[in-house]
């Protein structure tokens, strides 16, 4: 029987092992799964639900008893010997594997201010942060005084938007500060950021955009969060959610290839150069680029399944579409293709309507017979039915 160590328990870890268990009907692979957090594999696409009230019982991935697979919880790998291949854990464990997979998924990026490290700073990113912001709010909102309870979010994308709804159901009144111009500044344009701006600051969340944050200090127990632009915010609770990085650091250690801008570099089979070593998820750099998506990575868990199990799979640019729908703060929001219009030519056919808080950007190729991208604020009921003509040659009157 063959030795697979997959090293990461997150969502793609998990895909991988279901997917290998799935098609291994003769039982060729024994799989260890070493997890660096004390909990098993959950739902982290739906953490911000954890405020809302489901548990982590609710949100943990369904695992059933296997003989074949082996979870080591809390234990984190620190070294991989390439030589002998074996994975060294911080427990002590030495464990010998024919194939190595690396889904280690990615860290918070906390930009380098001072004062970062301070009580009531956190980052956004387990079921573990969660807990220490909302025990954080919940002492600001307790305290026996007056005035606002407040929190400041470092970053305006995605996932500073989640953060930044979960600070107000938690009592709190926050305020966004994004260093690019508009927020979700990778999903959306000027024009949509613009709208989608407008529809937040009604949600009452306060923004500002296209300034940083300097510093941290502290103030009579409060923090204080100085702007690039003079001014200061002052925060019971500072929540740093300024976009991620590749986890590669084992793969740095073990001396793979990693891309110019972090992660373990592999070709469309998720392999690195090392052929006993795959790497999946927001770890891998497929051919040089990350992909901070889960669709993306539960593909590459699929592509090394098969792979394991003597395929010929790999990844197809249809598998690594960056399309995206979601609703913020009530607000929809989707954006597909080349939604920022980065094709040379393209021509971009814009719909904003500030009355009813729409905004629909179609972007086209130069002939305008061509759908490459798009962007829709507000109503993203046409999603759906645009996303898949992407790239097809149409009539002008089917993307109305």
Request: proline share 6%; with cysteine.
């Amino acid at each position: 029987m063959k030795e697979l160590v997959v090293v990461g328990n997150g969502m793609v870890g998990h895909r991988l092992v279901q997917a290998v268990r799935d098609r291994d009907t003769a039982g060729t692979w024994r799989i260890t799964v070493l997890g660096e957090e004390s909990r098993p594999a959950y739902d982290r696409v739906a953490l911000s639900s954890y405020v809302d009230g489901k548990s982590a019982e609710e949100l943990t991935l369904p695992a059933g008893a296997d003989p074949l697979v082996q979870l080591h919880l809390g234990d984190a790998a620190v070294a991989v010997d390439r030589d002998t291949r074996v994975v060294r854990t911080a427990a002590g464990r030495e464990l010998p594997y024919d194939a190595l997979v690396l889904a280690t998924g990615s860290v918070p990026f906390v930009p380098p201010v001072p004062g970062r490290d301070l009580p009531g700073c956190f980052v956004y990113r387990t079921l573990d942060d969660l807990d220490a912001i909302m025990a954080a709010a919940e002492r600001a909102v307790a305290a026996p005084r007056a005035g606002r309870r407040s929190a400041v979010v470092v970053g305006g994308g995605l996932l500073g938007l989640e953060a930044a709804r979960a600070l107000r159901l938690l009592g709190l009144s926050p305020q966004v500060v994004e260093i690019a111009p508009r927020l979700m500044p990778v999903q959306v344009d000027e024009g949509g950021g613009a709208v989608l701006r407008r529809l937040v600051e009604t949600e009452d969340l306060q923004v500002r955009c296209g300034v940083s944050v300097t510093g941290i200090g502290e103030d009579r127990g409060r923090l204080i969060a100085a702007l690039s632009d003079g001014i200061e915010l002052d925060a019971d609770v500072v929540v740093f959610s300024a976009g991620i990085r590749p986890a590669d650091g084992l793969a740095r250690g073990a001396g793979l290839p990693v891309g110019e801008r972090g992660g373990v570099l592999v070709n469309t089979a998720c392999r690195t150069p090392d052929p006993h070593v795959w790497a999946v998820g927001e770890v891998a750099a497929l051919e040089g680029r990350t992909y901070g998506l889960v669709a993306p990575g539960y593909a590459m868990a699929e592509v090394v399944a098969d792979r394991l199990l003597g395929g010929e799979a790999t990844m197809t640019p249809a598998e690594l579409d960056m399309s995206t729908q979601l609703k913020m703060l009530g607000v929809d929001v989707a954006s597909f293709g080349d939604a920022l219009a980065r094709t040379p030519g393209a021509l971009e056919v814009v719909v904003n309507d500030p009355v009813a808080g729409t905004y629909a950007k179609l972007v086209v190729s130069d002939d305008a017979q061509t759908l490459l991208g798009g962007v829709l604020v507000g109503d993203a009921s046409k999603y759906a039915t645009l996303r898949p003509l992407v790239g097809r040659r149409c009539r002008p009157t089917r993307w109305r």
